[in-house]
């Protein structure tokens, strides 16, 4: 019986992965620079040209870039500079902190030599939300995740570098 609720879930888990539609509705917002929310709104916009956007649900999500837009997940990676501190001797990445967690939340980072650190971040139905390749130097990192206007769920990373990559799951709740 447990069996055949497991296999009944996951066949419906599955259909609306596959089968989900998303609403877009065009808008254009004149250019400026920021982050701005109240209510049912949020608006992001960078100094440049402005972008489409889209809006659903009554509550309006209007995005502007220079060459592109504020969808999805953001992710910035610093380098932490500790005069005193050693050079890792292997790679490792932390938990994300805090997780579950409503907007951002953090990885630190171990990075032992010059090379390139890959974070990738995906739904559970395996669609890849967000991707970053940086070229790192040796010493300690944050990688932090902006969660964008992604819904609240559960989301898996991938943190590779060379070739060792840590994997986990991390929880949006908005």
Do not use: W
Request: glycine fraction near 12%; include cysteine; charged fraction near 20%.
């Amino acid at each position: 019986m447990k069996a055949l609720v497991f296999i009944m879930m996951l066949v419906l888990i599955s259909a609306s992965c596959l089968f989900a539609t998303v609403e877009e509705k065009n808008n254009v917002q004149d250019n400026g620079g920021g982050r701005t929310s109240g209510g049912a709104y949020d608006n992001v916009a960078s100094i440049g040209q402005a972008v489409i956007c889209m809006s659903s649900g009554g509550a309006y999500d209007n995005c502007a870039g220079f060459l592109g837009s504020i969808m999805g997940a953001i992710v910035a990676i610093e380098e932490q500079p500790d005069d005193n501190a050693k050079v890792p001797r292997e790679f490792s990445v932390g938990l994300p902190s805090p997780n579950p967690f409503n907007s951002i939340t953090r990885f630190s980072i171990e990075i032992p030599q010059n090379g390139l650190l890959k974070a990738r971040f995906y739904d559970v139905c395996g669609r890849m939300v967000y991707g970053e390749n940086k070229d790192v130097v040796p010493g300690k990192h944050v990688l932090d995740f902006e969660s964008g206007n992604l819904p609240s769920g559960t989301y898996l990373y991938r943190i590779t570098f060379g070739n060792k990559s840590f994997n986990g799951k991390m929880v949006l709740i908005k």
